[in-house]
């Protein structure tokens, strides 16, 4: 069965400064994609980030990047130079090759002025 | 480019009413479409995808049922709803297995 572990039920940082979410996950599959997507109070889960688990390479997008980690399964975000506007539920999510995403159960980011 | 519409956004019903929410997209062809639940402070839980005209996958046994009567409508209903549908749900859509998903704003149902 394929799992999404997100440890960290709720995160603090200081605006301008650089926070790392954790993301664990469980796979048999050799092809797969990892998202990190971002839900604000709105509630609309927005993409932040993706990466294929062929690519070797880090996926980055502005100030987000992720820490692809293929033998651990660990998939982290780094949100640097953090704004007021990160400040949501982020979840990490395990695309493969049956349609359905899996996700993990989500870590709330306050933002601090 | 793509959009995708879900209605109603707010949805206030009885127990045992029938329900019908509707999720479309634009911009787009044959796309893959998805429903999600949402429960409080959870993740989400995929309930239904299709990836064509007629064709739905169930992933959880419900008390949902989903319809795909267009290429790019995709419809969730129920006959006579239950508390436990209560609930935040999400439609999707993406081209392929197992591309970027991406999702409408939403309809918060709340069973009374």
């Known amino acids: 069965a394929q799992t999404v572990t997100q440890s960290q039920p709720e995160m603090s940082v200081q605006e301008a400064e650089t926070v790392t979410l954790s993301c664990t996950y469980d796979?048999?599959?050799?092809?797969?994609?990892l998202f990190w997507y971002k839900q604000p109070p709105s509630r609309q889960m927005i993409l932040v980030i993706r990466q294929e688990a062929y690519k070797q390479q880090n996926a980055t997008e502005n100030r987000f990047s992720v820490n692809f980690q293929k033998a651990a399964k660990s998939f982290s975000l780094k949100i640097s130079d953090s704004q007021l506007g990160d400040a949501a539920m982020y979840f990490c999510a395990l695309g493969g090759s049956q349609g359905n995403l899996i996700f993990g159960k989500g870590t709330k980011l306050s933002v601090k002025p | 480019s793509q959009t995708i519409h879900q209605w109603p956004a707010t949805l206030v019903q009885p127990v045992g009413s029938p329900l019908s929410l509707e999720c479309t997209v634009e911009?787009?062809?044959?796309?893959?479409l998805y429903w999600y639940r949402q429960a409080a402070g959870r993740g989400l839980q995929l309930l239904f995808y299709s990836v064509g005209i007629g064709q739905i996958s169930s992933e959880v046994p419900q008390n949902l049922s989903a319809s795909r009567p267009q290429d790019r409508q995709f419809i969730l209903s129920s006959k006579k709803l239950l508390l436990s549908d209560s609930g935040f749900y999400l439609c999707?859509?993406?081209?392929?297995?197992?591309?970027?998903?991406?999702f409408g704003p939403g309809t918060r149902l709340l069973v009374l």
């Open positions: 911009g787009t062809s044959n796309p893959n």
């Open positions: 999707a859509w993406s081209m392929a297995f197992p591309e970027t998903q991406y």
């Open positions: 796979t048999s599959e050799s092809d797969y994609y």
